[in-house]
């Protein structure tokens, strides 16, 4: 089901501008506790919505960290960091 509900999610996400936005992620995370709430990716990301950042938040505590980002990333949920 987990599988189901990434892939379902990564094509609703197939029209996000992805290229167009670079995300500062480090600039994001405002309390700097490292790790992004829905709040802090919102703020960069308005297009993430509630449903895509439940899928990326793999430990379901509410936060994305550094593994769940990078995982995210890899499968096309969240756009790759500026450098």
Known sequence: ???????LIAAS????????FAADYMAADTNQDGML???EVQAILPEVTTDTFM???????????ADELAVAQTEGLMPEADS
């Open 13 to 20: 996400l197939i029209t996000l501008p992805v290229a167009a």
């Open 55 to 65: 899928a990326v938040d793999a430990d379901g505590d509410g936060l994305i960290n």
């Open 37 to 39: 709430s829905l709040e």
């Open 1 to 7: 089901m987990t599988l189901t509900l990434t892939r």
